[in-house]
């Protein structure tokens, strides 16, 4: 539905509804909308996803190819798959046959209720009984806080960075476990640090539900929503605990300045941000990043590559820490100019003649 200009529901056949968006996760690719009717529905109910077991059998009901109101059966296959999607995943993998029409879909355990959301598929040439849902428990997140009036899902912000544990590395700093995300950096905002967390030490589960990486605890923070409150159990060398964590928003702190380049510069239109934790929340750019952040491109910068999310890292080779300095750099250099950005993990040097 991104960029939709009329959204239109079909069900039982030939009822057609109107709706409209009223929240979105792009991360996950979930959107709630809502059906402009007085027509009363009888809903289906979420179940708790995280109670379903590999081996379960469930069924997935969609549309796939445009044929409306197609069952299919299958079993849990796995549980907490990444596929690289996203840096939030944990998906639920199953063989019930998942084809094009889907996505959106309701995957149900067998009390009828619904256990996840159907999103993706492993191959281009349809099902070959490898595919994803989305667990329900992120689904009624997304859902409360649409109905609670926040357009765009919010996830809870940690403020660390880390990996997933291994044997050599826990051997080597004689941590009793094998699993679970030690902290590698954290940044003096985050609430892990005012609970009492420190570089080194390993995160191995999330209110009681084991965690084993960075895309399952920031999964798990995800579930738990903001301004609740997360049981962490911290692992290392000297003891097992369980930490209270409070669940925020990412800070606006420094207070993020933004500038928007008129005609006379070399990039008009082009609106660029200083970087600082909700900036990188809202736009999903890689914790701790430098540079500024582009919002809004312009035609003269889109002409040449630059687009909303990208950082811009250096212009002629000089490092970019004020928006203002883009124009002085660039006037040195005469028509001719180079830019590097940094999109994702690529970073794109970007030659133009203006």
């Given at each position: 539905i991104d960029g939709a200009e009329d959204i239109v529901v079909q069900v039982n056949g030939e009822k057609k509804f109107k709706a409209k968006v009223i929240g979105a996760d792009p991360l996950s690719d979930i959107a709630v909308i809502q059906i402009e009717t007085k027509e009363k529905f009888i809903p289906v109910q979420f179940g708790d996803s995280d109670k379903a077991r590999i081996g379960d059998w469930v069924i997935a009901i969609g549309n796939p190819f445009g044929l409306g109101?197609?069952?299919?059966?299958?079993i849990i296959s796995a549980r907490n798959r990444s596929i690289g999607l996203s840096r939030y995943e944990d998906y639920i993998q199953t063989d019930a046959s998942i084809n094009s029409g889907n996505s959106g879909g309701p995957l149900f355990d067998m009390n009828g209720d619904v256990i996840?959301?159907?999103t993706a598929i492993l191959g281009r040439s349809g099902s070959i009984g490898i595919g994803f849902a989305i667990p329900a428990s992120l689904g009624r997140q997304v859902v409360a806080q649409a109905q609670a009036g926040r357009s765009t899902f919010e996830r809870p912000w940690a403020g660390l960075s880390g990996q997933a544990l291994n044997m050599e590395l826990a051997q080597s700093l004689q941590i009793p476990t094998s699993s679970g995300m030690i902290i590698t950096a954290m940044h003096p905002q985050s609430p892990f640090e005012e609970a009492?967390?420190?570089?080194?030490?390993?995160?191995?589960a999330v209110d009681g539900k084991p965690v084993s990486s960075p895309a399952e605890m920031l999964y798990r923070l995800s579930v738990s929503g903001i301004g609740e409150r997360a049981d962490i159990t911290r692992t290392n060398a000297k003891s097992i605990n369980v930490l209270s964590v409070d669940l925020i928003s990412a800070p606006d702190i420094p207070q993020r300045e933004i500038t928007e380049f008129d005609a006379r510069s070399f990039f008009p239109g082009l609106i660029v941000s200083s970087i600082n934790p909700a900036v990188e929340a809202e736009l999903n750019l890689p914790w701790g990043i430098k540079g500024l952040a582009v919002l809004e491109s312009g035609p003269v910068a889109a002409s040449i590559g630059i687009r909303r999310g990208d950082i811009l890292l250096s212009a002629n080779d000089q490092d970019l820490e004020k928006a203002k300095d883009i124009d002085a750099i660039l006037s040195s250099g005469g028509r001719r100019g180079m830019v590097l950005i940094q999109r994702g993990a690529q970073r794109i040097s970007l030659r133009f003649r203006i």
């Open positions: 109101g197609t069952v299919t059966s299958g996840g959301i159907n009492g967390f420190v570089v080194g030490d390993v995160i191995t």
